[in-house]
């Protein structure tokens, strides 16, 4: 829904803006210019160009573009769950102007030609696309992906997303070979012999249900791995939604020790817990598994206190074809681009976090991380930026989802709080009216 | 019983779903319906011209067999559809099967599955009545009302009886309904096994666990011993079975830890010589040839009281 307004300058008129990168957070209006930041004005009168396009945005949120640095867009190769199209309609229509898509294609993102294919389709689109390049070839856990020929191409950072890199030397290896090309490497970090055959998390609720459970040491003990290969090697690691108590505690203490150690963690496992699975419901499948109160609440913690740097979504984007099905063979994972926001919100309506640490955790943190523009409102930035009406109530429901797989176990829900207008490279790309 | 109570379940998936009304309720027409199997004619007209199918995506020789002489017992039409015949091997949706089930109007469904959860998934697509003949690692409430209507008939009341239940705990859908129907009905379930084949929060369903067999045997009215199933096992769960029947296996001698009249009870098939000692098996304190028999009761009573009958 990319409305052209061929550089028509906008002006957003007594917002409340925050931009921590520059330690603003105050009332005031922004003007954009050339698909580029111009001004921002605080209590001043200002006086617009000719034909600027006024939004009076009073009482809402004025931040950087958010940016979802965990999402699959399933193009190439799965078209009929989601098209980078209609993936970056729906980034659009959740107040992001880019994101980050996992290598989990078909073919794999494992080479150039497939990050240039990504790109190619990616131009002109409502969100800015960065492709995440494979660890391995295939995403195997065999050999090395040609790093540096992704990274010419476009690559942001490498990750074999979904196919956990079970080989320590492997890893080891992409860490090293990887800094060459200042690439980050995220890591899924899963330990596939415990979870082996598991489709929820491992506890009551999957003995109630006969369900084979995924034990939460998976996750921790290659966690542990994890940061122990990026202390040895001296490189950064960014850990994926990370779902535990135990695994937030590993990253707080590696952190306090000088690892160069990072992590996200998604809305779905501060909100949800496995009783969510209930009566089988296949929208509360995903890997990492919803966990329980006490991993939310050390989830929250971890947030706060900046142990956790990032929420992203992990986007995930499924058919009736794969979800409507026994969940022993539903596929995992659920779309979250459209609902970030207002789950996002919740934690600051508790008081978890504070609306600055809400833009550093969904569009600071991910464009310093991926090394991208953006997470900013400076002057002579690019205009990516959404405007936030936090107190606007709606129901989800799945005539509204934009994504073009409707697997959200948020549909129905009473959400409090939406992007109203969203904004790429000066362009609007979502307009809520 | 009380007059405000009608048993209201279209659908039997799971022991979790009644409550001590509707087991009672099972039980007493169980009890009553048994009578029909000794008589010369053994069919009474209740279900005449409703259809009973069975849909059996797992093998099975007891249970299959023992719906179908309940459903003929009280005159239904059955079918049988195994999963060699059908259509999923052709790549068709459990959803689909289901709607194309519909179409021919069943009235009741029996179904197994390896999938737990699946009958509910199935309940949700048809019209009839699905009844869970076993689902995944999940229940099989028709194995445990049946062993409650056994314990009820052997003991006069479940209520204050110690129920020992022994071996792999974490993969019987057995163990899971036995555990629930039990506790449920007033006994204290205790279960063993090895730590490999006890599942996470078992204490949860209402069980206790015992750290030695003789500890869970102790003081029983009732032990239960389950079925070592190997096929199911990908994990590295027992070093092997000989070394199981050594620490785990019912024998005489733990035996006589238990209470001198105790019953021992088994779901089949037996490893004779595995969980439970041959002896034992054909000994006087065992009822697993009564529990076969109150299975066809047990399966009457369902199909009859989900059918309306009151």
Not at chain 1, 22 to 49: C, H, M, T, W, Y
Request: proline residues 5%; aromatic residues 6%.
């Amino acid at each position: 829904m990319v409305e052209s307004v061929n550089n028509t300058p906008i002006l957003l008129v007594n917002g409340r803006i925050i931009d921590p990168a520059n330690g603003i957070d105050q009332n005031g209006s922004l003007l954009l210019e050339n698909g580029r930041v111009s001004r921002l004005f605080f209590g001043k009168k200002l006086s617009a160009p000719r034909g600027t396009r006024k939004f009076d945005v009073g009482g809402k949120w004025v931040i950087p573009g958010l940016i979802d640095m965990h999402v699959h867009l399933r193009e190439p190769g799965e078209e009929y769950k989601e098209t980078i199209a209609s993936g970056t309609r729906a980034a659009a229509a959740g107040g992001f102007t880019a994101v980050a898509c996992m290598p989990n294609t078909k073919p794999f993102n494992d080479s150039w030609a497939v990050t240039a294919q990504i790109l190619s389709k990616a131009r002109n689109c409502s969100a800015k696309v960065y492709p995440v390049g494979a660890i391995s070839k295939f995403g195997r856990g065999e050999t090395l992906a040609e790093y540096g020929e992704m990274k010419e191409a476009g690559v942001v950072a490498i990750s074999d997303d979904g196919c956990p890199v079970e080989n320590s030397q492997l890893m080891r290896r992409a860490l090293e070979y990887s800094s060459h090309f200042k690439l980050l490497v995220i890591s899924h970090s899963e330990e596939k012999t415990l979870s082996h055959l598991g489709v929820m998390n491992e506890g009551y609720q999957s003995t109630r249900l006969g369900l084979r459970g995924i034990p939460r040491v998976a996750e921790e003990i290659m966690i542990y791995r994890d940061l122990s290969l990026a202390e040895y090697t001296g490189q950064p690691i960014h850990i994926a939604h990370v779902s535990t108590r135990e695994s937030v505690s590993l990253i707080r203490r590696a952190k306090e020790r000088g690892c160069k150690i990072t992590a996200e963690t998604a809305p779905h496992y501060f909100t949800l817990t496995d009783e969510a699975v209930d009566s089988y419901d296949t929208m509360a499948k995903m890997n990492p598994p919803l966990r329980s109160p006490d991993d939310i609440a050390a989830i929250k913690e971890g947030l706060a206190d900046g142990t956790l740097d990032v929420i992203a979504t992990d986007h995930a984007p499924h058919s009736t074809l794969d979800k409507d099905l026994e969940f022993d063979l539903a596929a995992n994972g659920i779309i979250g681009l459209e609902t970030a926001v207002p789950l996002a919100l919740n934690l600051v309506r508790e008081g978890t976090i504070d609306a600055t640490r809400f833009v550093e955790l969904l569009s600071s943190n991910p464009a310093r991380l991926l090394g991208v523009e953006g997470g900013t409102l400076r002057v002579g930035g690019p205009a990516d930026v959404v405007v936030i009406d936090p107190d606007k109530d709606f129901v989800y429901t799945e005539d509204q989802v934009v994504s073009k797989s409707k697997n959200s176990p948020f549909l129905d829900w009473h959400m409090r709080g939406k992007a109203v207008l969203t904004i790429k490279d000066g362009e609007i790309t979502y307009s809520d009216s | 019983m009380d007059s405000e109570y009608r048993f209201i379940h279209k659908h039997i998936l799971s022991l979790e779903d009644l409550s001590v009304a509707d087991i009672e309720l099972i039980l007493q027409t169980a009890d009553s319906l048994k009578e029909i199997s000794t008589r010369s004619i053994k069919k009474v007209p209740t279900l005449r011209g409703k259809t009973v199918i069975s849909l059996f995506f797992e093998p099975s020789t007891r249970t299959r067999l023992s719906f179908e002489i309940a459903a003929k017992r009280m005159s239904a039409d059955t079918f049988n559809i195994s999963v060699a015949l059908s259509s999923t091997t052709k790549g068709e949706s459990l959803i689909d099967t289901a709607k194309n089930l519909a179409a021919m109007k069943p009235d009741v469904i029996i179904f197994r599955h390896s999938c737990s959860g699946s009958p509910r998934l199935l309940s949700k697509h048809i019209k009839a009545s699905v009844i869970n003949a076993g689902d995944g690692t999940h229940e099989h409430p028709s194995q445990g009302l049946l062993d409650l209507m056994t314990v009820r008939e052997k003991k006069g009341d479940i209520n204050g009886l110690r129920v020992a239940i022994i071996g792999d705990i974490a993969h019987s859908r057995v163990a899971h309904s036995n555990i629930i129907g039990f506790s449920k009905m007033g006994a204290e379930v205790v279960v063993c096994g090895p730590k490999t084949l006890l599942p996470a929060a078992v204490e949860r369903l209402g069980a206790k666990v015992a750290a030695t067999v003789e500890d869970a045997v102790s003081g029983a009215d009732v032990v239960m011993t389950l079925r070592i199933q190997h096929e199911r096992q990908k994990d590295p769960l027992l070093p092997s079975l000989r070394e199981y029947a050594n620490y785990f296996g019912i024998t005489p001698k733990i035996m006589k830890k238990a209470k001198p009249d105790a019953i021992i009870m088994h779901p089949g098939p037996i490893n004779r010589g595995v969980e439970l000692d041959p002896e034992l098996a054909d000994g006087k304190q065992s009822v697993i040839i009564d529990q076969v028999t109150n299975g066809v009761a047990v399966r009457m009573a369902l199909l009859y009281l989900i059918m309306g009958g009151d």
